[in-house]
């Protein structure tokens, strides 16, 4: 059973964010505030975090192995003559469109679902706009090499025909949620995600959360900072592999469920001694089709012991 208020993943699209939320954060971790910081993610919109800890902790050395801010986002030299502002053409792209070197500062990407073949390259994604997403109906699209920079509205959702979903080599700051989908073939591969932002009390914060067929959650690094509604690292369902992730924070830090097959990631105590508020993964969470394989404790008093399967 998910915590009450959590649903699956194909419920989780087509509503507004305090739909999505329901009660969850609100209930559970309303004592589990944020107690300092401003956000240093580079986002204009960022509110809320721990003033750049965990991404300070990753530069250190203290993540060697997993996704930092030195090999995400835009590489350096990728864009000789900057970031060009979007127009219309960049934000409602037709099929088989590539957008490279492109900042997105107000409407952001709209993907129908007439719409494949899509692929944003070196850009940034900013905006103040209150829920403010990157909408994607369509699909495959990919999203590589970018910057996702707040405020805490700004996510990426994919619903409706947005299979093969792909997020890669991204750095994500300042949102409450990096991505939400309820579809299938999705790829999330080599993020970055830290210094999340506050979300309203409606709704609740969550490093990668959806559900489908086919998913692989690959080699990515998300530390959940003390915001307000944090839940979970990574919500998963459905079918696929969620292997060698990095993974920090929230009330549970895991929260997997179904047929996942849940292997070799390192879960972390760069904020709490047990990782989430409540422990690292949340009990009882993964179904009887679901394998558990070789999860450890990365630092800590127990660091490279492995984690009791839910």
Partial sequence: ?????????????????????GVVAVAAL???LAACGDDDGG????????????????????????????????????CAGGLRDATTDDTEPASGTTVECVRFTGALP??????????????????????????????????????????????????YEAHGMTLRRN??????????WGVDDVVIEDNFV??????????????FQGGGQNLVLRHNTVLLNAVWGGTGAVMLEGDGLVENNLVAGGGYTIYVKDDLDVVGNHV???????????????????????????????????????????
């Fill in 43 to 78: 986002s204009d919109g960022g509110d809320g975090g721990t003033a750049g800890a965990d991404a300070a902790a990753a530069d250190a050395g203290v993540f060697d192995g997993y996704p930092g801010a030195g090999d995400t986002g835009i590489p350096a030299g990728a």
């Fill in 110 to 159: 709209y993907i129908r679902d007439s719409i494949s073949d899509v692929t944003y390259r070196y850009c940034r994604f900013e905006t103040g706009e209150g829920d403010s997403f990157i909408n994607l109906q369509g699909g495959p699209v990919i999203i590589e090499d970018s910057e996702l920079a707040g405020s805490a509205g700004t996510w990426v959702r994919a619903s």
């Fill in 194 to 207: 830290h210094d999340f932002g506050d979300v309203d009390q409606e709704q609740h914060a969550d490093g």
């Fill in 1 to 21: 059973m998910w915590p009450a208020g959590v649903g699956g993943g194909v419920k989780w699209v087509g509503v507004s964010r305090g739909e999505l939320a």
């Fill in 268 to 310: 972390s105590t760069v904020f709490s001694d047990t990782s989430g508020e409540y422990g690292p993964v949340y009990p009882e969470s993964l179904g009887a089709g679901g394998s558990w394989e070789n999860n450890v404790w990365h630092d800590g008093p127990n660091a490279g012991q492995p984690i009791e399967a839910p």
């Fill in 30 to 32: 309303a004592g589990w």
């Fill in 171 to 180: 750095d994500f700051s300042g949102m409450a949620n990096a991505a939400e």
